[in-house]
């Protein structure tokens, strides 16, 4: 009688299967997650913009349109973005950016992605 040694044609499959399955997935959510990390990108810019320089609201949005077309940031949208003033003055200290990303996966199956990112840079009072 002979020992069998390895893995049969169907279990070859079904491990095929499984590494196509997770193929498909990180073929979806990297890109996903890459538009995510250019938009923090662009947030610790404006950071540096907002703490440096004195903008009103309309400058701030004319400048996040400026860098997210420059950075093929498409799923930001205006309705997205939150820009408040500083409790004291009428310049913009704080942006909110709070977004979804949906792709398509698998037939009527989508994968979600939901981004939240902010910064703040009013002065602490004591």
């Given at each position: 009688?002979?020992?069998?040694?390895?893995?049969?044609?169907?279990?070859?499959?079904?491990?095929?299967?499984?590494?196509?399955?997770?193929?498909?997935?990180?073929?979806?959510?990297?890109?996903?997650?890459?538009?995510?990390?250019?938009?923090?990108?662009?947030?610790?810019?404006?950071?540096?913009?907002?703490?440096?320089n004195k903008l009103?609201?309309?400058?701030?949005?004319?400048?996040?349109?400026?860098?997210?077309?420059?950075?093929y940031i498409f799923s930001v949208k205006?309705?997205?973005?939150?820009?408040?003033?500083?409790?004291?003055?009428?310049?913009?200290?704080?942006?909110?950016?709070?977004?979804?990303?949906?792709?398509?996966?698998?037939?009527?199956?989508?994968?979600?992605?939901?981004?939240?990112?902010?910064?703040?840079?009013?002065?602490?009072?004591?």
């Amino acid at each position: 009688m002979h020992k069998q040694r390895g893995m049969t044609l169907i279990s070859w499959v079904f491990v095929l299967l499984i590494i196509a399955f997770f193929a498909a997935l990180a073929m979806r959510l990297v890109p996903m997650y890459q538009e995510y990390y250019g938009v923090l990108q662009i947030m610790d810019g404006m950071e540096t913009e907002l703490k440096n320089n004195k903008l009103t609201k309309k400058q701030v949005m004319t400048l996040f349109e400026k860098r997210f077309n420059t950075g093929y940031i498409f799923s930001v949208k205006k309705g997205d973005i939150e820009i408040h003033r500083g409790k004291n003055n009428v310049h913009v200290t704080k942006v909110i950016i709070d977004y979804e990303k949906r792709v398509p996966f698998i037939a009527q199956l989508d994968l979600v992605g939901h981004f939240k990112t902010e910064i703040d840079v009013e002065p602490k009072r004591k």
